[in-house]
């Protein structure tokens, strides 16, 4: 049975600020993990859950025991909190039985495996986009993700729910700068392959073999003709009208599937 070091009913905790400022995103060392499966997925990769805050409702308690006997058996500490502060501390409408915060995973290149296969998302701005995206990378074999420019936090908790766990796994690097994370993906070796909706290549004619950095633009406005222009090869996936454009999460999960398709089962 799960020990609890402490029952935490209001608001005002202190503990219940770090939660609160870790959902802003004002806690650039700490993650929000919301919910039983990122909670567990985070434990299996090693993080350090630095709180863990389970529900003081006995039914909530219940659903998540498998995990609360998992830590306890690690020895992590885990607080009891009233329904009102894991109404406060869970940022999901339909509050989550269990909330922790965990330590960010250390920096790991995106550009480690042979060949590297690299997503750049650039301006990517929906976080539930970017967590897809590391979802579906991951599920492809990408060796990693770049999120650069003015792309949403890919460690914020809306990019960690949207990335069921993978996110905590792969490789992920933020860079401000576009043009140096094209420019990094160049020192390393890699192609800069651009994806527009038109005047491009069909992606199944165009080999996609050997070290790729696959540029997605975000929502709207795609990549812009800059980042276009600076790319080696454009490529666009068919589309039938009047269908003009996929979200980047989509695309990203279409051409590297495509990818995927090239190195691995065509002779």
Sequence with gaps: MTRFSERITSRQNEIVARYLSAARGGESEWLLLDGEHLISDAAAAGLTLSHVMVTSDPSGARSVRHLLDRLSRDRVSVTEGSPSVMAAISPVRSPSSVVALAVRPPAASPFRSQPPLVVIACDVQDPGNVGAMARVAEAAGASGL?????????????????????????????????????????RRGCRIVATVPRDAAPMSGVNLGGPVALLIGGEGRGLGDELVEAADQRITIPMRPPVESLNAAVTAAVVLYEIHRQRYFVV
Excluded at 159 to 184: F, H, K, T, V
């Design 146 to 186: 770049v999120a650069a420019g003015q792309c949403a936090n890919p460690f914020g908790w809306k990019a960690l729910r949207g990335s069921m766990g993978s996110a905590l796994r792969l490789p992920i690097a933020i860079e401000p700068r576009r043009g140096e994370a094209i420019a990094e993906a160049r």
